[in-house]
């Protein structure tokens, strides 16, 4: 039977997992997850957990942060004015909020603590500086 390797198509169903066992997403109910290995579709840990993978084999891998999101970076939590939001955004804790940086890219940041007078944004990935723990169920390779 055909081992997963990179380049190959994917479909997986999975179920993610913080180390307090609390789920932060999972493809259970859905269409499986598709995806290509090697090709930054995803992270890192998970493009290398699947490789070697036969179809309908499943497993449990522990992915560190370095090969999920990475840590978290305090360098991206900044603290702006309340005058500097539009008229039309109101902000709250937990919400997410696109911003255009002087290179005219795009950055979802998440509205982390409000003051009287500042708003905090932190602009790290939901997940950075979390280990992760994947159930995997390797479906086909496509």
Same mark, same amino acid.
């Given at each position: 039977?055909?081992?997963? =390797?990179?380049?190959?198509?994917?479909?997986?169903?999975?179920? #993610?997992?913080?180390?307090?066992?609390?789920?932060?997403?999972?493809?259970?109910?859905?269409?499986?997850?598709?995806?290509?290995?090697?090709?930054?579709?995803?992270?890192?840990?998970?493009?290398?957990?699947? %490789?070697?993978?036969?179809?309908?084999?499943?497993?449990?891998?522990?992915?560190?942060?370095?090969?999920?999101?990475?840590?978290?970076?305090?360098?991206?939590?900044?603290?702006?004015?309340?005058?500097?939001?539009?008229?039309?955004?109101?902000?709250?804790?937990?919400? =997410?909020?696109?911003?255009?940086?002087?290179?005219?890219?795009?950055?979802?940041?998440?509205?982390?603590?409000?003051?009287?007078?500042?708003?905090?944004?932190?602009?790290?990935?939901?997940?950075? #500086?979390?280990?992760?723990?994947?159930?995997?169920?390797?479906?086909? %390779?496509?």
């Amino acid at each position: 039977m055909a081992q997963a =390797k990179s380049g190959d198509s994917v479909r997986v169903h999975y179920t #993610g997992t913080l180390p307090d066992g609390t789920e932060f997403d999972s493809s259970r109910g859905k269409e499986p997850f598709q995806f290509v290995i090697g090709k930054g579709q995803v992270i890192s840990g998970l493009d290398e957990a699947v %490789i070697g993978m036969t179809p309908g084999e499943s497993k449990t891998v522990e992915i560190p942060a370095e090969k999920a999101y990475g840590p978290r970076q305090e360098e991206m939590v900044m603290e702006v004015d309340k005058n500097q939001f539009p008229d039309e955004i109101i902000p709250e804790i937990g919400q =997410k909020i696109e911003i255009t940086q002087s290179d005219n890219q795009k950055l979802i940041v998440t509205v982390a603590a409000i003051t009287d007078t500042t708003v905090l944004l932190d602009a790290n990935p939901p997940l950075a #500086g979390n280990d992760l723990t994947f159930d995997l169920e390797l479906i086909e %390779i496509v």
